[in-house]
């Protein structure tokens, strides 16, 4: 199993530009995440799914859209990046069934906007 | 809006040596879980705590959940060089769903 994944790894933009981030997870899990990290503020949550189909906002959601059309698939996007979107996004995924709760991240996207 | 504070944010101590860093918010949580992070990757749970007062340990690391349910500690004992680390406590929230508060993050090195 890869668990989850993220694409790209890194990523250049300029201020203005528009990308999509993927996350990817074969854990059947219902639950997904998208959060970014920055210094010394931990992480904070944009935008969650806990279905396909389903989204909501989370801390900071302003600037960004998400969709869950699969399952296994949350995308990330930015419809015109601007430099306060310089961060690090991990995604993550966790099922209720879970007797732990836990979240399992991806290894994160790290993304520069000038 | 819940909010999670940690402290210390950073902590450079000597190998040997014991560590409390915790964890604290105005807000109860259902549950509190604790993660651990290495650099260039994501967060990989260590422990997961839902009773009031609840205390966990994992070898030489103590969780312990408030009686309140609003805070944490986590002890190391005997820090080692592999417990340098960002640390993250991450508060569920009460509102039914399964989404997370997470902390500012303390960053510790061991130093041998």
């Known amino acids: 199993n890869a668990g989850v994944t993220q694409t790209p790894k890194f990523r250049v933009l300029k201020t203005g530009q528009s990308m999509t981030l993927l996350c990817a997870q074969d854990m059947n899990h219902e639950y997904m995440y998208w959060y970014r990290q920055d210094p010394g503020m931990g992480l904070r949550l944009i935008h969650y799914?806990?279905?396909?189909?389903?989204?909501a906002k989370g801390e900071v959601p302003d600037g960004y859209n998400v969709s869950r059309l699969k399952k296994q698939n949350f995308l990330l996007g930015l419809e015109s990046a601007a430099p306060s979107q310089t961060s690090v996004y991990f995604c993550a995924s966790g099922s209720p069934a879970s007797s732990y709760n836990e979240q399992f991240f991806g290894p994160g996207t790290r993304l520069t906007v000038l | 809006t819940q909010l999670l504070e940690q402290s210390p944010q950073f902590l450079s101590i000597q190998e040997g040596e014991n560590l409390t860093v915790y964890c604290n918010s105005s807000s109860v949580f259902s549950s509190l879980q604790w993660y651990r992070q290495e650099p260039g990757e994501g967060p990989v749970l260590l422990v997961t705590v839902v009773t009031g007062g609840e205390v966990k340990k994992l070898k030489r690391l103590t969780f312990q959940f408030g009686d309140a349910r609003k805070d944490s500690s986590l002890h190391i004992t005997a820090a080692q060089t592999g417990d340098t680390g960002l640390y993250l406590c991450a508060g569920r929230t009460t509102s039914g769903t399964y989404k997370y508060i997470f902390g500012t993050g303390t960053r510790l090195k061991v130093l041998a």
């Open positions: 799914s806990v279905g396909e189909g389903t989204t």
